[in-house]
Nanobody, 116 residues
Framework: QVQLVESGGGLVQPGGSLRLSCAASGNIRSIIIMGWYRQAPGKQRELVAN???????NYADSVKGRFTISRDNAKKTLYLQMNGLKPEDTAVYYC??????????WGQGTQVTVSS
């Protein structure tokens, strides 16, 4: 089993920045990819960014150039640095990990609100 705990969300003005953190524990050796997803009210959950075991990253087109996904392996923590935030970035952000077996794990989510 893997446990994920997100933190770092909050209220920020347009153009501002936030850094989300996801602390992982449990059988993390099984993880092959981790990522951040988000879901706004009335919308489907969408991939924001992910990073593979080897460190390869990919991003949704809507966040390229503004968001950066990274890891601190020693701290077993995943990060999402979000710069140049826009109101349309407002959503609940979820940490996700995919193991080397069927299924996936999700954190509880952290709210990001971008508003004046």
């Amino acid at each position: 089993q893997v446990q994920l705990v997100e933190s770092g969300g909050g209220l920020v003005q347009p153009g501002g920045s936030l850094r989300l953190s996801c602390a992982a524990s449990g059988n993390i050796r099984s993880i092959i990819i981790m990522g951040w997803y988000r879901q706004a009210p009335g919308k489907q959950r969408e991939l924001v960014a992910n990073i593979s075991r080897s460190g390869r990253t990919n991003y949704a087109d809507s966040v390229k150039g503004r968001f950066t996904i990274s890891r601190d392996n020693a701290k077993k923590t995943l990060y999402l640095q979000m710069n140049g935030l826009k109101p349309e970035d407002t959503a609940v952000y979820y940490c996700n990990c995919r193991p080397d077996y069927p299924g996936s794990y999700w954190g509880q989510g952290t709210q990001v609100t971008v508003s004046s």
